[in-house]
């Protein structure tokens, strides 16, 4: 069995409430839920610290909606949260930056999952410029001959010493993983490199836990600052993501 889980921490610090803004005419969070909805996952749980998610989330009757307020340091610590509530053996964390997520990627996940029992994390990535990769707001990733990530930073990495047509590999906020694994990275303390990055999933390297880096070819708007915003409702107009 598959389990998409959503956390939610409404105080977000660089865009503060922004489960909450709306998309055209839908909130983020209701957005992220709607594309997740169409994968092959067996269900979808929100958890969330906000009574004001939680109330949101009440509409949707399709999905589970858990309030608790038990301070946690990221996303997977808080979807790990849900773990006594489930026996699903395959878990993804899709966070609430992502209202444009497609189901065929979270499938992507869920497949390379069920035919791997290997401790390990999968997650995506796609492909972008050098004008993209400049803001820290994107975090970028090296990955050894088998896709393996190396590091994950919000510099630009890798540092280019020739003149050449640069490229960079973004990560799309998405994590797999096997039951067993989740529990374990939450039973971890945050590491060193963690903290300064902010990047959940470097403690994960930071503990020999290795990172599956799985490749997607569309580029997708995530949503971490009122910039994001803009482009987004400008991609509304453009595309009908429920057509």
Known sequence: ???????????????????????????????????????IADRIVVITDSEEVFNVCKKLDITDNILDKTPVVC???????????????????????????SPELLNLLIEDLRRDNSNYIN????EIDELEAKDPNIVKVVMDKQN?????????????????????????????FHRDTLMAFSS???????????????????????IKMLQWYNNII???TLADVKKAEKYLKEVDING
């Open 222 to 224: 995530s949503i971490n």
């Open 75 to 101: 996303g997977s610590d808080r979807a790990a949260r849900v773990l006594d509530k489930y026996d699903d053996n395959i878990i993804l964390n899709v966070q609430c930056d992502e209202p444009f997520i």
């Open 123 to 126: 997650t995506p990535f796609v």
């Open 148 to 176: 393996f990530a190396l590091y994950f930073s919000r510099a630009l990495i890798p540092y280019y010493v020739d003149t050449v047509k640069k490229l960079y590999n973004k990560h799309i906020g998405v994590y797999g």
């Open 1 to 39: 069995m598959s389990l998409i889980v959503i956390p939610v921490r409404l105080g977000s610090k660089r865009l503060y409430g922004k489960a909450l803004i709306k998309i055209g005419d839908k909130e983020l969070i209701l957005r992220v839920v709607d594309q997740c909805i169409k994968s």
């Open 188 to 210: 971890m303390q945050r590491g060193y490199i963690e903290d300064k990055e902010h990047l959940e999933q470097l403690r994960a390297l930071e503990n020999n836990i290795p």
